[in-house]
C-alpha cells in the first residue's frame, strides 16, 4: 500500500480556512420555512443569511392559510456553514421553523423540453395525484407546481386551478404527453392546455 503523505502547512485550520476564501469555495444550502404569517419574516431569514456572508438564490414562498411557508437556495462561504445553520434554528424564537439541508451541487440533468401545463376544473379529491401518476408513467418531472381554489363566476362552485413546468425527457415527445393527459383529463372532466415553456 502507497503512504498517504500530509504536509502540516497544508492541513493547517487557520491555513485551510484561508484557502478556501482564497478559492471561493462555497456551500450550496437548501431552506424548508414556515411560520405563522406576521410582518418581518423575510426580513429576519434574509439579514440571517447576510450576516454570515451568504448570498441569496432562487426561491419560491406563499401564504397558505394563515402561514407562511417557502423554500429556497443560498450559498454560504465554507466556514459560515456550521455558524449559519444554528443561526437559522435560532430563529425559531421569532416564529419561523427552519430546515437546512445541503444541495447535492451536482448539475441538473439534461432536459430536452420545457413545457407549461394550465389545468381548470371542478375541485374534487385526486386531481393532482392522478395526473402526477400519468406524468410519472412516461418519465416527465414536475420542475414546478402551483395551485389554487377559487369560486366559479356564475355557479359559485369551487374550480380548481393548477399550473405546472415540465421538464420532458428525449423518449417523451409533445404528442406522446398530451395524449397522455387528454385520457386523463377526460376521466377528471378537467381541461388541460399545453404550451412550449419559450412561448
Known sequence: MVPVLTHPVLTHP?????????????????????????????????????????SWESSRMARLAGYFAGILEVRVPAEGKAPLFEALHELEGQGLRVIVEDAPGGADGPVTREIKL???GQDRP??????????????????ELSTECTPAPMSGETLFKAGALLHLPGSCSLDTLREALEEIAADLMVDIALAEASD
Open 118 to 120: 394550465e389545468l381548470v
Open 126 to 143: 385526486g386531481i393532482i395525484r392522478d395526473i402526477s401518476a400519468g406524468l410519472a408513467a412516461i418519465g416527465v418531472n414536475v420542475a
Open 14 to 54: 487557520v491555513l485551510t480556512q484561508q484557502r478556501g476564501r482564497i478559492l471561493g469555495m462555497t456551500n450550496s444550502l437548501v431552506l424548508t420555512v414556515i411560520g405563522s404569517d406576521q410582518p418581518g419574516l423575510v426580513e429576519a431569514l434574509a439579514q440571517t443569511v447576510a450576516d454570515h456572508g451568504g
